[in-house]
């Protein structure tokens, strides 16, 4: 049993950071509590692939308490966290209907991030986000839902418009899901839905005049080519202006008729950064000091998504996992360090490079940002990463057999339509009354 009257760490967010925090000060003279509104920590890099019928979403999912089975000094909460008291050193937490307050010696504040619609109201209201499981699972909904309206109109505009879907965003989330799109529909949908026959558009739109920015030019070209040889449509330099329930309006006047626009064009901090009563960063970040001590707060810590902070060349570290990761291991170590009045040290990321994969045999590979690697090999590369790096033996052997089965049938056999009132569908799921 953990000893009462130890420090207090409480830990806002069981994503990478908070999750790597904890595990640091796992076993060590502290008392944990982690505390997250979801009872599960979620593998983002394969979200796409819940969305795209691909994985069951308890394959990408874990439960926070297993993760610290047998951990004496750590305690997990299932709560919101809706306030903070940086004074008094105390959050607010509502769980099980009620609001609670929690006293901290120490806060790490790793809540992550949100979808960013940059203030365009009539994109919240008609796109789907790609944020968390509850959006993959909806959007799978949704994209299933269509198909199946599309298989009984005899509207073709309607039908059109059901069976075209704009992805939004030229990082890795939006190739990931315009690529998958492609080959639910090329090798399963096609098979299943042949009577009366319809075809499906997908089309990839990035406002910039490239895909994957900060890649190498070779490599974007290469995932241009990839995504092209799927069957996707490429929009470089197509802004979204307006988006309404029957389509979206481009700057240029274009407009394209969908019922489905997947929105991975931009993130922004989690909110909960307002409760640190600070001016902020870029995209609501908070900024830290190189220890990621949040300055002028006594005692509070941030890691992962909702921290800013430049490196050396004065940009400042990517929405990534490994930055999550290893600011949630550090911000746990120099709390540790600071009870043994020893110095904190600054953060110095170990970057491994990046990969983006686009489907079948098809991906592009940046390692160590020294080998560029696209196709197969990339593609291979991108696989095992993320079976090593997906948590728990479990799911690592579930995805695996699921990849394993996908790849030999081409099959994806997740394809049950399993709505649930408290998922939250937006406008755009709607039928247009008209056509009912
Ligand atoms: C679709 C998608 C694909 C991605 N693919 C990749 C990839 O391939 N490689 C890569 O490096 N990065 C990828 N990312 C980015 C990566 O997921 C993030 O950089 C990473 O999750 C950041 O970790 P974090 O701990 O800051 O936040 P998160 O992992 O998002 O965790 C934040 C946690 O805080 C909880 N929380 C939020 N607010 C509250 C509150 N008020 N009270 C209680 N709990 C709260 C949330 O429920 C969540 O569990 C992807 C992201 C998305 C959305």
Known sequence: ???????????????????????????????????????????????????????????????????????????????????????????????????????????????????????????????????????????????????????????????????????VGGGPTGLETAGALCELYTYVLRKEFGQPSFTVRVILVEATDRLLAPYPESLQIAAIRQLESLGVEVMLGAVIEHVTQDGAHLRDGRFIPTRTLVWAAGVKASPICDFLDMPLQRAGRIPVMPTLEVAGRNNIYAAGDLVYLEDVQGEPYPMLIPVAKQQGVLAARNILRQLQGETQQPFAYIDRGLMATIGRRRAVAWLFYRVQLTGYFAWVTWLGAHLIWLMGFRNRFSVFFSWVWNYLTYDRSVRIILEHEGLGEPAADREPSAVE
């Open 1 to 167: 049993m953990a000893k009462p009257n130890r420090p207090r760490v409480i830990i806002i967010g069981a994503g990478f950071g908070g999750l790597y925090a904890a595990r640091t000060l796992a076993n060590q003279p502290v008392d944990v509590l982690l505390i997250d509104r979801r009872n599960f920590h979620t593998f983002t890099p394969l979200l796409y692939q819940v969305a795209t019928c691909g994985l069951d979403p308890s394959e990408i999912a874990y439960p926070v308490r297993t993760i610290f089975r047998g951990v004496p000094n750590v305690r997990f909460m299932l709560g919101e966290v809706v306030g903070l008291d940086y004074v008094g050193h105390v959050i607010e937490v509502k769980t099980n209907g009620a609001v609670q307050r929690e006293a901290y010696d120490y806060l790490i504040v790793a809540a992550g991030s949100v979808t960013n619609y940059f203030g365009m109201a009539s994109l919240e209201a008609n796109s789907f986000g790609l944020k968390d499981l509850a959006d993959a699972v909806v959007l799978r909904n949704h994209l299933l839902k269509q198909f199946e309206r599309a298989a009984w109109s005899e509207d073709p505009d309607y039908r059109d418009a059901l069976t075209t879907i704009v992805v």
